[in-house]
């Protein structure tokens, strides 16, 4: 249904409540005049890029551009995708954009986030949706009615909003599931696509993006979206034959009930300057999709990411607590383990694996793209890549010690059958993301986007203590264990 149907707004009371929707003119016109041209110098900059994503074991080139814009630090994963934020200016960062422009375009987006902030405790103070776990249903009194205001003197906070911790009271849980730390800005132009998938239940049209639940959020976060369409000749009436009401070449955000195609699907039209919010559950409750029109588009979709693992604070911390077991000889200078207590061993081979696979490879399977914007990541993954390596001289520290024969036998069988497990996980992930960039998808991106298998080194690398390929180191393990039993 489209707000032409006579049951559209019954029916979007009833099934969809906790969708709000607000017209462009409810926005201040400087606000929108800020964020739209942040979006045209984001795009002349080159800053959007299509992400490589994996879904069920094969990787696509997602037919949107985007870039992830947010806190410095933070990052955002989809799809088997981990997206690294281009920081926005928050005071106590020492950021060094590209260009004044790029700068100036960040600052928008962080003025639009501190206003969709705002506008967002206020629909969840509207539908009384701001009550903690602890007190859901419990009625809420009228307390909160000053807090959208009070906020709006302080400002958004500007601190790392990612920690999901159990909220003290319904003011923290408020604020904590408002206050986005990323967003994801979006652009694509349908004419410039060649083919797009058609909306396969309810008849709707072309889509851009696919019926899903938005994923890696704080739990009963709002979602909020800003849109802007470049609406121009494209815009004319469409002589092509409507999609039971669409226009066609109007886009629109598409909701249905999760797994439901009984319950009619709402497609609500999106202007240049529009915006709207999912509101506590609904991301979980219900799917939406996008569907395009003919004009460009950009969006800005404002999130509360579940960083918890995922900030540079948290993997640095992992770093620490795994270098905590290597050691340094003040005499020799020689490097030894602790520990080789097998529960310490596999928390520093898991922490190992964690920096390899889930931040430098992801970091780097994205090409050079986040030079276009900034340099900001370059100094901490250089320093994650450091740890990584001394990690690399801890596993080599852990081979030498289960050889050695004067190893306790039950003792040295369990620490190689624990390291087994994680060295088999490492070997297999390198191969898949080997293959990954190497893939046909990966080499149709231009160049400065196609992936970088690093770390990557060959035998002959004097200063790496283990090979590329564990095959060998896996295949000796084994044989040991066999030879202890």
Not at 92 to 99: A, N, V
């Amino acid at each position: 249904m489209t707000p032409a149907d006579a049951d559209f707004h019954q029916l979007w009371k009833t099934k969809y409540s906790k969708l709000v929707f607000r017209k462009s003119e409810t926005v201040p016109e400087e606000l929108h005049q800020m964020v739209q041209e942040g979006f045209l110098t984001l795009r002349k900059h080159d800053c959007f890029f299509q992400d490589l994503v994996r879904i069920k074991g094969k990787d696509f080139v997602t037919p949107v551009s985007r870039i992830l814009i947010g806190n410095p630090g933070c990052t955002y994963k989809y799809l088997n995708t981990r997206l690294f934020t281009v920081p926005w200016p928050i005071e106590g960062y020492d950021i060094k954009y590209c260009s004044p422009q790029i700068h100036d375009a960040c600052k928008a987006l962080i003025r639009l986030n501190d206003y969709l902030h705002i506008e967002a405790v206020k629909a969840l103070q509207g539908q009384n949706l701001f009550e903690t776990k602890e007190s859901k249903d419990t009625t809420v009194i009228d307390r909160g009615q000053n807090f959208a205001a009070s906020l709006t003197e302080k400002g958004s906070v500007s601190k790392d909003q990612s920690s999901c911790c159990v909220p003290e009271d319904d003011y923290v849980s408020l604020n904590n599931r408002t206050s986005y730390n990323v967003t994801l800005l979006n652009y694509m132009d349908p004419l410039q696509m060649l083919y797009l998938k058609q909306e396969p239940y309810f008849g709707m049209g072309n889509m851009a993006v696919s019926w899903h639940h938005d994923e890696n959020l704080v739990e009963r976060s709002t979602v909020a979206v800003y849109s802007y369409s470049c609406e121009g000749s494209a815009m004319e009436e469409s002589n092509e034959q409507k999609p039971r009401g669409r226009d066609p070449a109007v886009w629109h955000v598409g909701l249905k009930v999760a797994w439901d195609i009984e319950t009619p699907g709402l497609a609500m039209p999106l202007h240049q300057g529009d915006f709207y919010l999912m509101l506590d559950d609904l991301n979980m409750t219900h799917q939406h999709c996008v569907l395009a029109g003919f004009s460009p588009r950009f969006s800005s979709t404002h999130r509360v990411a579940d960083c918890s693992r995922g900030t540079l604070e948290y993997i640095f911390g992992q770093c620490e607590l795994a270098l905590q077991n290597l050691q340094t000889d003040s005499d020799s200078m020689a490097l030894s383990l602790k520990s080789l207590e097998t529960s310490v061993i596999k928390q520093v081979e898991e922490i190992h694996n964690e920096v390899e696979f889930e931040w430098l490879r992801q970091f780097w399977f994205q090409g050079k793209r986040y030079l276009k914007c900034t340099d900001w990541w370059l100094k901490p993954m250089a320093k994650l890549e450091e740890f990584w390596r001394k990690m690399e001289t801890m596993t080599s520290l852990v081979l030498s010690e289960v050889g050695k024969e004067e190893q306790i036998e039950k003792q040295r069988n369990e620490t190689i059958s624990c390291f087994l497990l994680v060295l088999t996980e490492r070997q297999k992930l390198r191969k898949e993301w080997t293959a990954r960039c190497r893939s046909e998808a990966a080499e149709s991106l231009p160049e400065d986007q196609r992936p970088e298998c690093h770390p990557f080194w060959t035998d002959d690398e004097c200063s790496m203590p283990l090979p590329y390929d564990l095959e060998e180191v896996i295949a000796n393990l084994q044989n040991l264990v066999q030879w202890v039993e």
